[in-house]
């Protein structure tokens, strides 16, 4: 039977964590499995995955397929560079550099909005001025 690296529930009632486990495809969800690589936890904030990289290397070229939520796990240890990764958490930086980009391109609309109500008054006023001499010169 092949092998499948998937995810197994544990802790109490509505408050899971998960081991990350290979196990034959067959036996089920929570039962017997082969090795343990790791284990991720939802609901810690931010959510928390700590996961053996290179022995889910080994596993895969053994020839055992990761599962959907699995596979993006690994995907998402990968990037984060090593193998304990805070899932969702956000890097200070890059928030930092998100809100200075949010608060300049709001200046730049109000600064435009300011810019074309000028332009618009300046144009009514230069309108009125027009049809003031127009009347005038009709005298």
């Not at 343990?36 to 020839?63: F, M, N, Q």
């Not at 699995?70 to 550099?97: H, T």
């Not at 200075?100 to 332009?119: F, G, N, Q, Y």
């Amino acid at each position: 039977m092949p092998a499948r690296i998937r995810l197994r529930r544990m802790g109490r009632k509505k408050k899971p964590h998960y081991r990350v486990v290979v196990a034959d495809s067959a036996s089920p969800r929570d039962g017997r499995f082969v090795e343990t690589l790791g284990y991720y936890k939802p609901l810690s904030d931010p959510a928390r995955l700590v996961i053996d990289l290179e022995r889910v290397d080994h596993w895969l070229s053994e020839g055992a397929s990761p599962s959907g939520t699995v596979k993006s796990l690994i995907a998402k240890a990968r990037r984060g560079g090593d193998a304990i990764v805070a899932v969702g958490a956000e890097d200070p930086e890059e928030a930092k550099a998100k809100r200075a980009e949010k608060i300049t391109a709001r200046r730049a609309a109000e600064a435009k909005a300011a810019a074309e109500k000028e332009a618009a008054a300046k144009a009514a006023e230069e309108e009125a001025a027009a049809k003031a001499a127009e009347e005038e010169a009709a005298e």
